[in-house]
């Protein structure tokens, strides 16, 4: 316990290190995800091909290679990241590849008819995907978006092996000077247990408050209802 005490703002560093990857690694991931899934369900072939190809290239590397070749990589092509950034495009490229095929399913969850609705009364796809589509798909993708948030989380711990000082870097360190592997490794363990489990329980909170059979609150405005329209 004297290793802890000694080096608990080494452990608080690398558990903001962690907490910082993995935010800003999901973060983007699900902007770019989402821009990704929109092309693949685009009326333009080359946004559907561009696509595809990101994703099957991005879902099969696995992430230790991804991470290695950004970092030793990009140097070579005059590009020079710090470590800490080249982590988060890993995650980012990595987990994007995962959001775009859950976003693309919850999509596919939306009966055509709604679609089909939506443009007859003018809107274009952009507008149908904004106003109609994504709103009633987003409730089918809670749980599949938790599942690639605590993909991110764990994925993170990869990160030290391009020097990310996150917390398996700094037990993989304290371990090394106090050979204490077990209760290193079972802070670090527990670090990413508990950023996981609140992950899942966020989204369950999510889940919940997006249910269709949940009551608005007075005062808030009705949403588009295409569902006369499909029926029509």
């Known amino acids: 316990m004297d290793a802890i005490r000694e080096n608990l703002p080494l452990l608080l560093q690398g558990v903001g290190t962690t907490i910082a990857l993995t935010l800003l690694g999901y973060a983007f991931a699900l902007v770019l995800g989402t821009l990704l899934a929109v092309a693949r369900v685009s009326p333009i072939p080359p946004l559907r091909g561009i696509a595809t190809v990101y994703v099957e290239i991005f879902r099969n590397i696995p992430l230790l290679s991804l991470l290695i070749l950004i970092s030793f990589g990009l140097p070579d092509v005059g590009l020079l990241l710090p470590y800490f950034w080249c982590g988060v495009l890993g995650l980012t490229l990595s987990s994007a590849a995962f959001v775009c095929e859950n976003v693309r399913s919850g999509i596919n969850t939306v009966p055509i008819g709604h679609a089909e609705a939506a443009r007859s009364i003018g809107l274009g796809f952009f507008g149908t995907l904004r106003w109609v589509v994504l709103p009633q798909a987003f409730r089918s993708m809670v749980q599949p978006l938790v599942n690639v948030f605590i993909g991110t989380v764990i994925g993170s711990a990869l990160c030290s092996a391009i020097a990310v000082q996150e917390v398996t870097w700094v037990t993989q360190t304290l371990n090394i000077r106090y050979a204490q592997a077990v209760l290193m490794f079972l802070i670090a363990g527990a670090v990413y247990l508990v950023l996981s489990l609140g992950g899942a329980a966020l989204g369950g909170v999510i889940e919940r408050a997006v249910a269709p059979g ?19």
């Open 214 to 232: 949940r009551t608005r609150g007075a005062g808030s405005r009705p949403a588009l209802d295409v569902t006369a329209g499909a029926q029509a």
